[in-house]
């Protein structure tokens, strides 16, 4: 895993020092843990609630927009990764939620300007401000922290997967992680692996998205018709090992009639 602080300046005095290790405990320790009902708002001024959100995955990545060279690069690598996403679960089939943390100066106009200079218009994509006591106490429930550090925060970058339940399924970590850390997930929950009370995928679309794997070379997933002609092979053997056994005892029950 990559796991880096946006900052690698020390905190200032009288601050508590960030600590890495600490920080990855609390980010683990938030798996499985149901998100509350936080209000929002979005770049459009819309005033948005999770629970407006449920019935699909949503990928929460926690910025602040005075970061000007770490928070945008990880902006833009998850960018990569939720269009490749996109293209193999669906357009709408989960939903992005970027969110301030610095809340004094990450303001909904602030949060505007960050997606329009990162070139994200996506309906599916939240650019979300909010209070300081809404923004500390959903990133808390998330496992995010964070310190304040040399004029900016420490904090280990972080990508969380919520399930279409409400419920952390994933941490994804660092600045340009592997693309197949935040799409494997994403289409785990699509095929209900894990989960209490997923909507099962026709069997035509289990098999789609079973039977998809990443290029490393094209950064792209693809049908992988190998897998397929790999278990029609296990099946026609399987089927032939057992035509075999069943022939052979049923010649066996014949002599011992004929005796």
Do not use: N
Request: hydrophobic letters at 45%; glycine letters at 8%.
């Amino acid at each position: 895993m990559a796991i880096v602080p946006a900052m690698a300046a020390a905190a200032g005095p009288g601050l508590p020092a960030f600590d890495a290790g600490v920080a990855l405990d609390a980010s683990q320790a938030a798996i499985g843990r149901r998100l509350s009902d936080h209000e929002l708002t979005d770049q459009r001024g819309r005033h948005i609630r999770l629970s407006e959100l449920r019935g699909r995955p949503v990928v929460i990545s926690p910025i602040y927009t005075s970061c000007f060279h770490i928070c945008p690069t990880t902006t833009t690598h998850l960018k990569r990764a939720a269009d490749v996403a996109f293209d193999l679960l669906g357009d709408q089939a989960f939903t992005v939620l970027t969110i301030g943390f610095d809340t004094p100066r990450d303001t909904m106009e602030r949060m505007r300007d960050y997606a329009r200079a990162r070139g994200i218009d996506s309906p599916q994509w939240i650019f979300a401000s909010a209070d300081a006591a809404t923004a500390s106490r959903m990133l808390d429930e998330t496992g995010f922290t964070v310190a304040p550090a040399g004029g900016g925060f420490e904090h280990l970058i972080q990508a969380t997967v919520v399930d279409d339940r409400g419920v952390i399924y994933r941490q994804v970590y660092g600045q340009q992680f592997e693309t197949p850390l935040l799409v494997d997930a994403l289409k785990q929950i699509a095929l209900g692996q894990g989960l209490e009370a997923a909507a099962r995928p026709s069997l035509a679309e289990r098999i789609r998205l079973i039977c998809t794997t990443f290029d490393p070379k094209t950064g792209r997933y693809g049908f992988d018709y190998s897998l397929v002609l790999s278990a029609v092979l296990g099946v026609l053997i399987f089927s032939a090992i057992a035509a075999f056994i069943w022939r052979s005892w049923r010649e066996l029950l014949e002599r011992d009639r004929s005796r």
